[in-house]
């Protein structure tokens, strides 16, 4: 199973980006999808989580500026970060628990991150 971020990069101070994160492989079933993020010199935290039902959670430093959001059918979940600032820089982080065609149980699985730096 991979995944694969796309949409970071560079924005100034009250902007928006939009990142994107598909799940591919040997796949049964894609249960929660998140998004998670680590700053310069610090752990990576939790940002937004969503259930395959569509049920969201947020961190409350994003709550009110980003929006969680998934295309079951496609197995890809969305991050749309409205109203940026600086300290929403860092590398942000696709995860998925997924159940394989050969597991029985939900498997988490990380892609390699997407940086957003939020600077003027």
């Known amino acids: 199973v991979q995944l694969v971020e796309s949409g970071g990069g560079l924005v100034q101070p009250g902007g928006s980006l939009r990142l994107s994160c598909a799940a591919s492989?040997?796949?049964?079933?894609?249960?929660?999808m998140g998004w998670y993020r680590q700053p310069p010199g610090k752990q990576r935290e939790l940002v937004a989580t969503i259930t395959s039902g569509g049920r969201t959670n947020y961190a409350d430093s994003v709550k009110g500026r980003f929006t969680i959001s998934r295309d079951n059918a496609k197995n890809t979940v969305y991050l749309q970060m409205n109203s940026l600032k600086p300290e929403d820089t860092a590398v942000y982080y696709c995860?998925?628990?997924?159940?394989?065609?050969?597991?029985?149980?939900?498997?988490?699985?990380w892609g390699k991150g997407t940086l957003v730096t939020v600077s003027s």
């Open positions: 492989g040997s796949i049964f079933s894609v249960n929660t």
């Open positions: 995860n998925a628990v997924v159940v394989t065609t050969t597991s029985s149980y939900g498997i988490p699985y």
